[in-house]
T-cell receptor, first 114, second 116 residues
Framework: AQSVAQPEDQVNVAEGNPLTVKCTYS??????LFWYVQYPNRGLQFLLK??????LVKGSYGFEAEFNKSQTSFHLKKPSALVSDSALYFC????????????FGSGTRLSIRP | EAQVTQNPRYLITVTGKKLTVTCSQN?????MSWYRQDPGLGLRQIYY???????DKGDVPEGYKVSRKEKRNFPLILESPSPNQTSLYFC???????????????FGPGTRLTVL
């Protein structure tokens, strides 16, 4: 069965510092991995995805994520946080064999202090 | 403007009163899906559809029905709502490549449902 874990409910970072939001997954076979962001009272917005190829994926708003197959992780990173990055972040996974079925993590609230 | 629309945005109803939440997309996407969002649980997939007349269960389908008679519409039906279906619901759509739905999903604005 597929599963996604976001071990931190909340991450607090000072503006200008690097940020990391953690995600680990479990699927049978190769994964498709996604990060989405949700701003207050809005639907989710796509940030980036890993399908195949280069393990470092770059996405919107300066975010990037690294696929680590041995650690089954897909952590979201940004070199320099902005206050406007404050939002709820979701990691999601699906498997090559059943790509239509998508599992989301429980979400991590990112708070950037000025 | 490319978008996914949901109606209503807010709904308060009573136990047992049938309701339908509509979802429509204007991007000609094959894949559509419904999720519910609950605090601490993230998003859980209710049903999804790979194309017209093709639907399948997600992780939490109990108490819900869907239909896909047209490509653009994917309504969510609660035949007999119960309080445990109080939640925030999202519809999403995406294109399909090579028969696989691994493209980014576009989400609607959400429908906040309260069942008393």
């Amino acid at each position: 069965a597929q599963s996604v874990a976001q071990p931190e409910d909340q991450v607090n970072v000072a503006e200008g510092n690097p940020l990391t939001v953690k995600c680990t997954y479990s699927v049978s076979g190769n994964p498709y991995l996604f990060w989405y962001v949700q701003y207050p009272n809005r639907g989710l917005q796509f940030l980036l995805k890993y399908i195949t190829g280069d393990n470092l994926v770059k996405g919107s708003y300066g975010f990037e994520a690294e696929f680590n197959k041995s650690q089954t992780s897909f952590h979201l990173k940004k070199p320099s946080a902005l206050v406007s990055d404050s939002a709820l972040y979701f990691c999601a996974v699906s498997a090559y064999s059943s790509a239509s079925k998508i599992i989301f993590g429980s979400g991590t609230r990112l708070s950037i202090r000025p | 403007e490319a978008q996914v629309t949901q109606n209503p945005r807010y709904l308060i109803t009573v136990t047992g009163k049938k309701l339908t939440v509509t979802c429509s997309q204007n991007m000609n996407h094959e894949y559509m899906s419904w999720y519910r969002q609950d605090p601490g649980l993230g998003l859980r997939q209710i049903y999804y559809s790979m194309n017209v007349e093709v639907t399948d269960k997600g992780d939490v389908p109990e108490g819900y029905k869907v239909s896909r008679k047209e490509k653009r519409n994917f309504p969510l039906i609660l035949e007999s709502p119960s309080p445990n279906q109080t939640s925030l619901y999202f519809c999403a759509s995406s294109s399909v490549s090579g028969g696989t739905s691994y493209n980014e999903q576009f989400f609607g604005p959400g429908t906040r449902l309260t069942v008393l």
